[in-house]
């Protein structure tokens, strides 16, 4: 099977024929026979207009919800629910609010790394990684949504999972703190052999964030183009001053503004 | 600061036993239905004396706190379930709601019947009245849990008995401490309502001997002792409840 790339390695996140609907009145068709495929260290955009059902497709990786037809595979293995070797970021952070921010960390470690001190030097590297030097003992009420942010990415990379999902994450944040984080996350998943798939509906964050963007139609969610990124990694928001930047996301956007219109 | 204010709230009761002292002494306030701070002193003095002041607050505070763990334990396990295994909610949740509105008094001539004279009784009936709130506000608070926590819980690999303990307890704690403190109130209501329908020990039991003999100096040291008692025990757990939901 040829990722999305069109390598022939062996696909870490594969998705095949998958489709989701869900039991409300009329029943809600939300993806048709979806497939796509994550190479080791590679990450997929699913770009889309809002309603599309990238977050249901996100969701059935996560193994929160079952789909009607098709199946996921993690280094070959079929999802059947959740589990730590997929991790996974939300929109809202979901930090536990009674546990610090090192304790948020840990929070998925315990099993992994039964040595305390083993594991708590791994929560202060990964808490040096984010930048968040200081505030190992703060409450995640105390800190900013760029910063919870930061320790929701940490939690869900510090036991090192097959395959990172993340549901719009910097939906929440302002425009500046987006980019910041964007440029943070290409860094911390560069160094990863993980697969990403990384959900949005913004076409400046899928072009720094994502090596593959592959565009959804509107509901019912089907997979209508699949791009590579023109641009090479390591990406910053500096791509957005190259030349081919406003055609690329211009050609991007016509897809998009088909399924809308 | 502080100082100050435990200064104004001593000022205030002394004031409020300033005015009745007087209000006595000049005959505005009959001494013999409501008797005067320094009677209701003097007999204080005495069943301190004789020892039968602490004995009835030990056996009144023993009750309370038995029956407030029995009950509130028991319904935190229950809420528990309720609030998170869709077969266990069916199955009870209907009953409970409609023992739920029964005044917890109501069920003294049972628990008498069933149960005779006795601790017995009296555990029952607090633990019970203790226990629909305590279970309300942990079932809520289970439901009313963030689906989001559990999800982000469930891929760090955690499994049903962990997520538990280590998600859905923390996350209803905060609306379990609000039932915990109304249960509180409710077992200091129903300890004095057991004792006062029979019991031989306990400030009820001090109250309602007294007001046989028509002591009613007596009888004001009970409930000026279930004041400040409360008033005190109430303090505690707020302190408590903030220590416990610290992040809040």
Redesign the interface.
Known sequence: MAGALGLTTPAKLEIRDLSISFASTPRVHAVDKVSLAVAPGETVCLLGPSGCGKSSVLRAV???ITPDAGEVRVDGRVVR????D???V?Q?Y?L????TVSRNIE??LH??IPDGEARQALVRSWIAKVKLGGFDHA?P?QLSGGMQQRVAIA??LA?DPQVL?MDEPFGALDAQTRVLMQEMLEGLISESRGAVLFVTHDIDEALIVGDTLCIMSKRPGRLIETIRNPFARPRSAHIFEHSDYGPVKARIFETIRREID | MRVGRVFLSLASLTLFCVAWEAGSRTGLISNRLIPAPSHVAEAAWELIGDGTLFRDIYWSGRRALVGMLTGSLLAILVGLFTGRVLFVRLLLEPVIQVLRPIPGIAWIPFAILWFGVGEVPKLFIISLGVFFPVWLATHVGVMAT?S??V????????GKRELFY??VL??A?PSIVTGLRQGLAIAFILVVAAELTGASSGLGNLISQSHLTFRTDRMLVGLALLGVLGALVDFGFSRLARWL?H??
């Open positions: 996560a193994g929160f629910g959740p589990g730590a997929r991790g996974m939300f809202e979901a536990f609010p009674w546990h929070f998925g099993k992994r409450y009420r939690r869900a036991p999902l | 963030r989001q926590y999800e982000a819980a469930q891929s760090l690999g955690l280590r998600v923390p996350a704690l939901v992040w809040d």
